[in-house]
């Protein structure tokens, strides 16, 4: 890799650095791994801070190796790499998904393409037709609203989301303004809840924020999906007052004609006998996010022909 001809590249602070292009022809689906050698010391990083994409920590220019050495440590985030951007061959659109832990794919198996935007691409790779990708901007903990881990989705949908060469098509799928604006402040809570200040948020706050991501995503001609609200019943985060909002919010997404599309997650998760709980083959565990199958789930659930 290059950078304006040169081997060795300054990240300008705060800006993102794009390197030359390189001729490597690529498959659909495979998974790239990119080396960088940081020859003095770095003392803050952009990274993605989940163990869903796996890396290692090298001693030395280790970028000539093929693959990491036994003395390699395991690096549970994704560093510096912001994204990979790629020339088809065909004519492309991308799906480009803003969301949170679910989106993120946390429950599922790290370093496995588990989350249920990989199990999408699968399966869009498998029907053939026009090409699509899908493009994962999930952060776990993420809100529309407020900043917390990650800058809040409004602040970053420029960025994140209309920024995506070829952009067609947008997810929304971000549920924690209202689990954390309603989440019972107990001691078993209090250390999370106090990652994400700011005011807490209700239905219309929420609505009016899908209204705002919704416009600015026409003003650039790509269609706009919602996904609604799973249930979160049995988790810490659980309250009756959140759930109370979470079926107003979903109900709207269904019912308001406001989107291109509706990914009812709600309806692939809940529980045929409680409808406040996931299924329980469904969750990792925490009554909150998927498992490998829950993910699996809500990927075939999706009807492929939104994104035509």
């Known amino acids: 890799m290059t950078f304006g001809g040169r081997s060795t590249a300054t990240v300008p602070a705060g800006a993102p650095i794009l390197s030359d292009p390189v001729d490597l022809r690529t498959a659909a689906l495979s998974r790239l791994t990119i080396s960088l050698y940081l020859p003095g010391r770095v003392d803050t990083a952009t990274c993605h801070g989940t163990f869903h994409t796996l890396g290692w920590l090298i001693p030395g220019d280790a970028t000539a190796l093929i693959s990491p050495p036994a003395d390699a440590a395991p690096l549970a985030a994704q560093a510096l790499i912001t994204a990979v951007e790629v020339q088809p061959e065909a004519p492309t659109r991308a799906i480009a998904v803003l969301g949170d832990s679910r989106v993120d794919g946390m429950g599922s198996t790290p370093g496995t393409d588990r989350r249920w935007t990989d199990r999408l691409a699968e ?11 899908v493009v994962n901007q999930g952060i776990s903990g993420n809100r529309i609203l407020n900043d917390g ?61 899908h209204l705002q991501l919704v416009a600015r995503a026409r003003a650039h001609g790509v269609k706009v999906h919602a996904a609604t609200i799973a249930p979160y019943g049995g988790s810490e985060m659980y309250s ?69």
């Open 123 to 133: 399966r869009l790779a498998a029907h053939g037709g026009k090409t699509r990708c």
């Open 149 to 209: 881990i990650g800058t809040a989705a409004l602040a970053r949908f420029d960025r994140d989301i209309l920024a995506t060469p070829g952009l067609g098509h947008v997810v929304i799928a971000v549920g924690n303004d209202l689990v954390f604006s309603f989440a019972p402040r107990t001691e078993e809570t209090a250390a999370f809840l106090s990652m994400f200040p700011g005011t807490p948020v209700g239905v219309d706050d929420v609505i009016a924020a």
């Open 240 to 308: 009756a007052e959140g759930d109370k909002a979470r079926e107003q919010i979903n109900t709207w997404i269904r019912t308001s004609d406001t989107f291109d599309g509706v990914l009812d997650f709600d309806a692939v998760w809940r529980d045929p006998a409680d409808s406040t709980h996931i299924r329980g083959d469904l969750h990792m565990g925490d009554n909150l996010h998927g498992n490998d199958a829950g993910y699996a789930a809500l990927a075939e659930s999706i009807d492929l022909s939104l994104f035509n």
